[in-house]
């Protein structure tokens, strides 16, 4: 399988992140992508390739202008407002709740920062941008070749995606890879595209970019917002909006679920994939529902990543693969990688 790998993720590294009432270590860091690629080269997994260039045009169809000329300029700012800040990653402070205005841009950029964000676990760093934007580029070109006939492509890429509306930033997630990569997929003549997010936690920026569109439908398997994060929405009855209305798909399962149910609910998820008739699939990979990761409540094991491969190979669609959570560090490489090789050998 293809690989587009981001040479640049490292440049996003937060230090620290809001957790339950302190400030700890960020879970989110560039060892996760390097495990990854290490055990993709070790395996020889197939070519690996960094984008030299790319059109970035397909970025703000998914993303507001607003928030683009936002995020490019916020570190900046956040240095403008004291040289002091380059030692320290930004936070938002503040965030316009119900009631107040989100249509007036204010000049203070800790304002904008609230604007632009929904949690304080997602530190905005110097190279944010970089690491994000050659990314978004990963994501895009992984669509263009299996559009060119790769039966697959991986985006390997960090910052993840798919917390990430189109005007905000959260959850680790700045630009929303898989919905780039599905815009792009249409925008080149894909008349259906679906989005499957296997990621421990609801994809509430993919869910919201196409809620009310019928052409791309948004299929998301996680643990329950009740109990878990991004908890303000990915509940089974978000079907979609409007134009919209039928094709978002929440599949929601308790803190504890093992492979069975969960392999349950994902041949379930890919029956109404497939009822869909899509061209082509986009998956948002999420490796946090290991049993081992520190901030997720699934209990997949690492064997159990081949049969969701060779599953997902099975629906017989054009495939992009985009990175997004999993934070058992150590074991983040071999869990991604089975899935793709199950993929693969399922692909034949
Ligand atoms: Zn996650």
């Known amino acids: 399988m293809l690989t587009l790998y981001n040479d640049r993720h490292a440049l996003h590294h937060g230090q620290r992140e809001m957790f339950r009432g302190e400030m700890v270590p960020c879970f989110e860091i560039p060892a996760r992508a390097d495990f990854v690629l290490a055990e993709l080269k070790r395996r020889g997994l197939g070519a ?31 240095v403008a407002l004291d040289p002091a800040n380059a030692q320290r990653d930004a936070f938002p402070s503040y965030w316009p709740i119900r009631t107040f205005r989100s249509d007036v841009l204010p000049a203070s950029f800790p304002a904008r920062m609230g604007l632009f964000s929904y949690d304080a676990g997602s530190p905005l760093t110097s190279g944010t941008w970089a690491a994000a934007y050659a990314g978004a580029g990963c994501a895009i070109v992984a669509a263009q070749r299996v559009l060119a006939g790769e039966r697959a492509a991986f985006a390997l890429t960090r910052p993840p995606g798919h917390h990430a509306g189109a005007d905000f930033f959260g959850g680790y997630c700045f630009l929303n890879n898989a919905a780039i990569a599905a815009q792009t997929l249409r925008d080149a003549g894909a008349a259906r595209v679906a989005v499957l997010d296997i990621d421990y936690h609801h994809g509430n920026g993919t869910q919201a970019i196409f809620y009310e569109r019928a052409d791309v439908l948004v299929t998301s398997l996680h643990g329950d917002p009740h109990t878990e994060y991004p ?19 929440n599949l929601p399962l308790p803190r504890g679920t093992g492979f069975e149910a969960w392999r349950a609910a994902l041949t379930d998820a890919l029956a109404g994939i497939a009822a869909f008739r899509p061209d082509a699939l986009v998956v948002s990979l ?20 081949l049969r969701i491969g060779e599953d997902l190979a099975r629906a017989g669609l054009p495939t992009v693969f985009v990175f997004e959570g999993g934070y ?21």
């Open 231 to 249: 908890y303000y929405l990915g509940y089974a009855d978000e079907q979609g909006a409007g134009a919209g209305k039928g094709f978002n798909r």
């Open 328 to 348: 058992a560090v150590a074991e983040v490489g071999v869990n991604a990688v089975n899935v793709l090789e199950g993929f693969a050998e399922g692909a034949g």
């Open 48 to 78: 690996i390739e960094t984008p030299a260039a790319f059109d970035d045009a397909v970025i703000a169809r998914v993303h507001a202008p607003r928030y683009l000329d936002f995020l490019r300029g916020a570190w900046d700012e956040w």
């Open 286 to 305: 999420g490796l946090d529902t290991f049993a081992g990761d520190p901030i997720a409540g699934f209990t997949l094991q690492s064997d159990d990543y």
